[in-house]
């Protein structure tokens, strides 16, 4: 045999086990889906009380005929009874016939059997004529005997009532045993079922159907969903929930809440592509710079001393440049994953800004600005003091870098119980109000090319962002153009550790 070919049969075999597997599996999880479950419980619920309802129902109804068959066969029983006493049936010969004939009549007409029976239970009389001579000793014919008239149901369906026949002296005289069996009730009882049958299988047809319907309605948009959030997993970002009711039940909520999520995973993504874009985009620029001065400098000949010096100067700071945007990055990323654990201390803010002021003053002073500090109260808060130095030092030098010479800045220290305020506010060129709000996106700068001048690498007040809320804290922008900026940062004095 070729080898071959066994190996490919091999292969074709194990695959047809595991999809037959496979199709078990799907199988079960079908049925245990919410929709299945639904169905079950709803059935379950509409229909068996229902079975319960009817069975119970048509017991009481039988145990209503059977009681109303005992008491109407008592009462002819007792007709029968008075008459035979009343006619001394079973003493005088004379008033037997005419006697017999009436209570043949009554039984034709009633179709139950009826025996007169003696004090000695010997079958005197019968309507089935049968046991006439034969004694008939049933518990029933001795308790009526004992004077205890008696009604009761056998096993076998025959309810026999038992009337005894008063004698003289207050004797008695023998027992009027009436038999019938129950075919009529229970032809009665079983039409009723049947139709109730058919009535309930009926109503569990609409149940269930209507139940299919429902559970269609309630699982169809999780299913749509389901298909949503997996296309999302796939990268597709852009998908959507189509949600049409105007009602408002769990299932919709539940719809709107993921294509809220799928609002902020598209928004996120769209930012770290834009990030992306932005780094590559600012690390090219002083490349190319630093490109065309080495070029410049390697295809002339005779290149003067001057001119190396110039150009190398130009690269250095085109490097400085690209390893400060790098540095920004790593603090910022490093922000961001949270690698870095926040080092709280108790700190005196006071001498925080004063730090602060005092390392960006001689920038102020080549551009003739004006710092006002003012500290409203002794401040102390917990911390991080390095970050917090770093994010707020960041404000003071945005301050600085877009106020023209000679403007000024009041910075101001304040607190309540709670809050440490912290305000810098600037009468430099401000910002526009539709940019107001963009301000701390990463390499975000009004002016591009006045940045650029101004060495500015967008990523500052991201920085300060950061870590303002990593102190849960909060920062304001309140700004006009060509009148200044004030930014106000709160952070709480305790943290919650
Ligand atoms: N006080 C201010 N007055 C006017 N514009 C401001 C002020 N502060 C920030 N801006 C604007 O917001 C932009 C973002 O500020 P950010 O501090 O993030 O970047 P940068 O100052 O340009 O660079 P970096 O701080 O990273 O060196 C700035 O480029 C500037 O256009
Ligand atoms: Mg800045």
Redesign the pocket.
Known sequence: MNPNIFLQNGELVIILIKGKKQAIKNKISFFLSLRWILLATYVVIGIVPLLLIASTILHSVQDYFIEERKKELLSQANVISGQITSHNYMTEQATRDSLEETVLDMSQEHDFRVLVLDSSCLVVYDTGYSDVGKTVLIPEVIEALENKDIARIQEDGMVYAAVSISGSNNTRAGVVLVSDDMKDIADTVNNIAKKGNLLLAGLAIIVIIMMFILSQIFTEPIKKMIKVIQKMSQGHFEQRIQVHSSIHNEVVDLALACNQMADQLEKVESTRQQFVSNVSHELKTPLSSIKVLSESILLQEDVPKEMYVEFLHDINSEVDRMAAIIN?LLTLVKLDQKEIPLNFKEIDLNEMMEGIIKRLLPLAQTKGIHINYEKVRDVTATIDGMKLTLAIA?IV???I??TPESGSIDIKLDADHQNVFISVA?T????PDDEVGR?FERF????KMR?RE?????????ITYSTIMMHNGSIKVY?KEDEG?T?LVRIPMRQNI
């Open positions: 920004d960041n030098d945005n301050a870098k877009y600037d430099g060129i401000g910002i301000i975000y700068r009004v002016d940045d101004t060495g500015g690498t967008g990523l500052g007040l991201s700004s900026t930014i």
